[in-house]
Each structure stands twice: as C-alpha cells, then as structure tokens.
C-alpha cells in the first residue's frame, strides 16, 4: 500500500512537472495549436441535482417470551450536487449530510451524524486531466458518545467541530470518464480542529493537549465514482489516502465510503451505505480496561429502507 500510494504521487509530481515545463518552453506553439484545437468550444453548463432519503423502523414487544425492547429509528439524508463546465474550466460541489436517531425505551440514541462538504476548481491541461485545487470540510452536528444509553452525558466523545477536518488539496485531477475521477495531490494540507476544550485537554484525535487544532502537510490520493442510473438510483463511492510528512511519515490514513440509493419506485427506495476509516492520529481505548490500544480500523453500515426523492 505504502510503495503504490507513494509510486502515484510521483507520477502526478513528474505529470505536473513535464505539463508546465513543456508550457514553458513551447508558449507560442501552444497558443497556435490551441486556437485551432478549442475551435470547437464547450457551452457553459450548469447542472444541480439532490436526492433527500428518510428512513424509518419500529420495532415493538408484548409478552414476547424471548425479550426485547420497543424502538423507533429515523434517519434523513441529503445528497446535494452542482457541475458547472466549460470549454476551460470546471467547478463541482457536493454536500452530503446525515443524521438520525433511535428512541429506544425512554432514550434516544444517535445512529447517523455526519456533515461532508467539498468543492473542486478544475483548469483543463489536455482532454482528460485537470491542475486541481479541492477543498473539503468534514464535521458532525450533535455529540457522540462510547456507549449508549450514556451514563453520563458530560462525557462526550465527540461533537460539531470536535473533531472537523479542513483538506486543502493542489495537483492533478484525471478524468477518464465522466463518472470516474482521480486526484492526485503531492501537495496537500490536512487540518484537525477540537474546539471542544474538554477534548481537547484530553488530547483527543491527535491534537496536543490543550490544543485545539493539527495541521499537517503531506500528498493525498482520491478517487471518486458516481454514476446515476436510469432508474434514478444513484451509486457513490470515494476512497481516499493521506500520508502526512510530519507526523509518522510513511503511514497512510484511509478513508472508503459507498452510498449505493436504491429506487424501488416513484416515492421509495433502499438505501446501503458503509464507511472505513483508518486514521493514523486516532487511538481507540479498549471499552472495558480504558487501555489505549492505537490506531485501529473503524467500520459504520447502514442499511435503510425508506422515502426518496430525486431532482
């Protein structure tokens, strides 16, 4: 993993290097050659679409021999996303957001929070690669907690901003399809806040103690798929690496999600939606000792069924 992840931010460094050094010393030939070649030019287009999904469970007990409690499950989530192209140039932005709760007895449970906004200026450097800059901010809305129901709700683990993560990414964007995108990044910078003071006195998601933020500069590898179908179903997936130059420099932190929003008709749909996270900076404490563990992988999966609208 180390040795391909490091082998393809080389290749888009060499990429990136031999594209501007041919500017260079070709400037008047280019100019010529892309008069003629973008003859043909590309019509500004805009285009928006957005797929809101509610979920909802009950499940409920009377006289059940074998137990059980009564609950009741909502989720909400939104896919929003805007494409504006030209002959030149490209602009995505995509905001996804969840939340959702479990009433279970006489306490709600949080089963879904998160908050994922990205947007992506793309100049074009030949017909299927783009210089890129992306900037992404990654957070949640209400706190979390180790264990639910909490048995004591001043000792959160997590809340909005606490951790956020702000990603600044430059390099090269390659686009073999309009589904399929791969940004290369040597140069990026990854930003770790904890505005929470109780967190982050405790040192919480790799800040110092006391601090409330982490930065980090490093190269960043991420790929995208997504791809709406003809029955409004929509497939999302995007895997990303990060290794950072400063802190552990070798160790890759990942992140793979796959939202796959299965229409069954008109007002109805199945929702499958998984999340791995590897993060060098995070150290999971055993539940039962508090022993401090290290860096492990974490898995979230959900599976909905529910109303869906698509525009």
Not at 92 to 99: G, I, K, P
Not at 125 to 140: F, G
Not at 188 to 212: I, P
Request: no cysteine; glycine share 6%.
């Amino acid at each position: 993993m180390k040795k391909l992840f490091y082998l393809l931010i080389i290749f888009s460094f060499t990429h990136y290097s031999d594209i501007m050094a041919q500017s260079d010393s070709d400037g008047v030939q280019n100019e010529a050659h892309n008069a003629k070649k973008d003859t043909v030019k590309i019509k500004p287009h805009f285009k928006f679409n957005g797929s809101p999904t509610l979920s909802l469970t009950q499940t409920s007990f009377s006289n059940w021999s074998s137990g059980g409690a009564n609950s009741i499950a909502g989720v909400a989530m939104v896919g929003l996303k805007s494409v504006y192209t030209e002959t030149r140039f490209t602009w995505e932005t995509t905001l996804d957001m969840a939340y959702g709760l479990t009433y279970q007895e006489s306490d709600f449970l949080k089963n879904n929070d998160k908050i994922d906004f990205l947007t992506k200026f793309g100049l074009r450097s030949s017909k299927k690669w783009y210089y890129s800059l992306a900037v992404q901010l990654k957070t949640q809305f209400d706190k979390g907690y180790k264990t639910y129901p909490p048995p004591d709700k001043s000792k959160y683990t997590s809340k909005f901003m606490a951790p956020g993560y702000l990603i600044v990414s430059l390099g090269m964007d390659y686009k073999p399809t309009k589904e399929l995108s791969f940004m290369l990044s040597p140069f990026s910078a990854k930003y770790t806040f904890v505005l929470d003071t109780m967190l982050s006195n405790r040192g919480n998601y790799g800040v110092e103690h006391g601090r409330k933020s982490l930065a980090e500069t490093g190269s960043l590898i991420k790929a995208t798929y997504s791809k709406t179908f003809k029955s409004k179903s929509t497939l999302n997936s995007s895997l990303e690496l990060f290794s950072s130059w400063v802190n552990n420099f070798g160790n890759v932190d990942i992140s793979w999600e796959f939202d796959w929003n299965i229409k069954i008709n008109k007002w109805f749909s199945s929702r499958i939606y998984t999340k791995l996270l590897y993060d060098d900076d995070i150290k999971i404490k055993d539940s039962v000792t508090g022993e401090i563990l290290g860096p492990r992988l974490q898995f979230k999966q959900m599976l909905g069924l529910g109303i869906s609208l698509s525009f």
